[in-house]
């Protein structure tokens, strides 16, 4: 039986910058690690989207992930975001991560080359031969331009590295032929915060949540209450924060969560993105600080 990395509520940890985007803010990231263990995060998930993986260093993903490691101590799960299209790269940048004692790997699949499916699986067996860390399928194909089939899913299971997948494609049938061909051979994780009840209901063991980095409590407490039946409660919490979540993809990730955090942290906490990416627009600030404030969270 393979172990199973974390249940419930993985935070898509956000990057901070200093304001000019230059450098990764350090202290920045270690209070947005301290708000996440006070509001019960159950995983930290480092250097994914969210985090804006594809511009940074390899040095500063290799200081995100020690300063994560370092704070958790063992007592919550962190999850290094290693992909590449690059097979070769996604080998070195999971060994790099692995050295810094993470709990876990989220290898998005291939962006750009387009492989086909036995390209899919040989991509993910050549890197989990390779490592001793469990990897977690990253299936994001509104990024990357490729969808992982559940037939493809099956095939990755039978490795023992291969624990999880994090299914951000949006289509439900595909997620239940995924289950029933996998069945206990694979974890599941909502990628996508709007579809965690149904996958939770269809077998999902929680969800790794962009909203998580602005109410990590409610997506704690929501999860928990889905994994034990309480369905009224959960999906209560739920639709209580549906508007939040959706504002959050108002314009690219995490250009709207990182605006919104940098509020709950008093602007302690820089809301800068880096190029290619650009500044939140007024009219969308205006609409997630109205939200934020109806939900008392400013």
């Known amino acids: 039986m393979k172990k199973t990395i974390f249940t419930g509520c993985a935070t898509a940890l956000i990057t901070p ?16 690690l301290e708000f996440q263990k006070e509001n019960h995060a159950d995983a930290f998930v480092v250097a994914g989207t969210t985090g804006e993986s594809p511009v940074l260093t390899a040095n500063e993903k290799q200081s995100l992930f020690s300063a994560a490691v370092n704070f958790s101590n063992g007592k919550i799960p962190v999850i290094a975001g290693t992909g590449s299209n690059n097979t070769e790269e996604a080998v070195r940048k999971s060994n790099a991560a692995e050295k810094e004692g993470v709990d876990g790997l989220l290898i998005v699949t291939p962006y750009y080359n387009k492989c086909t499916q036995e390209g899919i699986v040989k991509h993910y067996a050549y890197i989990a031969d390779r490592v001793s860390t469990p990897i977690i399928v990253y299936d994001v194909p509104s990024r990357t331009g490729v969808s992982v089939a559940p037939e493809t899913y099956k095939a990755l299971a039978e490795h023992k590295n291969i624990s999880a997948i994090k299914e951000a494609d949006p289509d439900m049938s595909k997620f239940l032929k995924t289950v029933e061909l996998c069945g206990s051979s694979l974890d599941y994780y909502s990628g996508n915060d709007d579809l965690t009840p149904s996958m939770m209901n269809a077998g999902a063991k929680g969800v790794i949540s962009v909203a998580s980095n602005i109410i990590p409590d409610r997506i704690h407490e929501m999860c928990k209450c889905l994994s034990e039946g309480e369905n009224e409660k959960g999906h209560g919490i739920f639709y209580s924060v549906l508007r939040l979540m959706n504002l959050l993809f108002c314009e690219v990730n995490p250009i709207p969560v990182k605006f919104a955090y940098s509020l709950l942290s008093g602007g302690t906490v820089s809301d800068a993105v880096r190029l290619p990416l650009t500044e939140l627009s007024e009219k969308n600030k205006e609409r997630i600080i109205e939200e934020l404030t109806k939900l008392n969270l400013v």
């Open 17 to 32: 910058f200093t304001q000019d985007g230059k450098n990764v803010d350090i202290k920045g990231f270690e209070e947005l």
